[in-house]
């Protein structure tokens, strides 16, 4: 009995860094970041960075990448703050924007980058000493994400439009906008920026950049509704705006959108079907203060729910503890918005070993 209890505690330990915490909709974060890469001054040392634009997390191996854009390199450091210095993984790439990186080999995950300069997306695997072409051209590539069944999404912000590559047809066909045709119009884009797909329903979510709004395409849609900024496609700096949205993350369990203000210096957050975010990170105007952005570029979050952001013009990433998860309905005694699959292995214990 006494092992057991032991066993349970040890797995109760374990349980917070193996599964990833669910984000309450109306959770908060420390609004003071820690910089957890860069040193604020551009520089091609280990510990700078210059005008870094993507960013990625890898939690089994607790690391970070960064897409070094100006330095043409991908930056790892280690997500635990040991070292702001940061190893070269790959390096000679051709402005490099938003990265995705597959996790399946742990010891060299399968890189994806939307190569600006090189007008594609490049997919780099362990030993590669030059990336691989993926489906057909990306002109002004900026953003790369993947489904579930790797599936590979471009988004080409020359073309104004999102292109999609199965690995089982060696196809590009589009999904998103209009060849060439800009605009504020539903069925169109205009210079999209970071893409983001809920494997959950395919849904493909889009920063589109001009017309300062976040789109969502169901799959096989035909046009896309607006989940954040105005539809009509006017900048802002007010709750119902965006400014430049140039990357940003959903939650796929509560769908709640992360947006990557640029113009407005600030992280917004529109949960579902809301009719204005809330910012959650900046908006003290542009700096480099530890509560300040300069061009922030794509954020992410790790499986605690801390919060990354990366920025351009402060070259630097900064780190923002998650604080509070508390749940969005009153409660006096509980804070925590335990995952339903937490929820499931305990149980699970419990009724193994009790
Ligand atoms: C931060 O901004 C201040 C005021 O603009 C400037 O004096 C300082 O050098 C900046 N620090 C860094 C690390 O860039
Ligand atoms: C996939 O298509 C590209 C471009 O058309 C071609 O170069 C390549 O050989 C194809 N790959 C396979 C495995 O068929």
Redesign the pocket.
């Known amino acids: 009995m006494q092992i057991v209890i032991t066993y349970f505690f040890v797995i109760l330990y374990c349980i917070p860094s193996l599964i990833s915490i669910s984000i309450s909709p109306c959770a908060i974060w420390n609004t003071t970041g820690i910089t957890i890469a860069g ?3 551009s520089g091609a040392s280990p510990q700078q960075l210059s005008y870094p634009q993507g960013i990625f997390i890898h939690d089994r191996k607790k690391r970070l990448y960064v897409s070094d854009t100006f330095n043409n390199r991908i930056q790892l450091f280690p997500l635990d703050q040991s070292t702001t210095t940061g190893i070269t993984l790959l390096s000679r790439l051709s402005h490099g924007y938003k990265i995705y990186v597959d996790d399946d080999n742990d010891d060299f995950p399968t890189i994806y980058i939307a190569m600006n300069g090189a007008n594609r997306v490049e997919k780099w695997i362990q030993g590669a000493t030059h990336g691989i072409q993926i489906g057909d051209q990306c002109r002004g590539c900026t953003g790369v994400w993947l489904d579930k069944e790797k599936n590979i999404y471009m988004s080409e912000h020359d073309r104004h439009r999102i292109l999609k590559w199965s690995p089982k047809t060696n196809m590009t066909t589009m999904v998103a906008g209009e060849t060439d045709k800009k605009g504020p119009r539903s069925d169109h884009l205009n210079e999209p920026q970071g893409i983001f797909i809920d494997t959950t329903t395919e849904a493909l979510y889009i920063a589109d950049l001009i017309n300062h709004r976040i789109q969502k395409w169901l799959k096989d849609a035909k046009e896309g509704v607006t989940v954040a900024g105005s539809s009509d496609g006017d900048p802002g700096s007010d709750a119902k705006s965006l400014d430049r949205p140039y990357g940003l993350r959903v939650d796929e369990e509560t769908k709640t959108v992360y947006v990557v203000d640029l113009l407005n210096n600030r992280i917004q957050r529109w949960r579902n079907g809301a009719i204005e975010g809330e910012t959650i990170a900046g908006g003290n105007g542009q ?3 530890s509560n300040q952005f300069f061009h922030p570029t794509d954020l992410a979050f790790d499986n605690q729910g801390n919060l990354y952001v990366s920025e351009g013009w ?1 070259h630097r990433v900064q780190f923002f503890a998650l604080i509070n998860n508390r749940p969005c309905y009153e409660s006096s005694t509980s804070t925590v918005y335990s995952s339903t699959s937490t929820m499931l292995i305990l149980t699970w214990i419990i009724m193994t070993f009790i």
Request: proline share 0%; aromatic share 0%; net charge neutral.
């Open positions: 040193t604020g001054i700096g480099n203060g402060n």
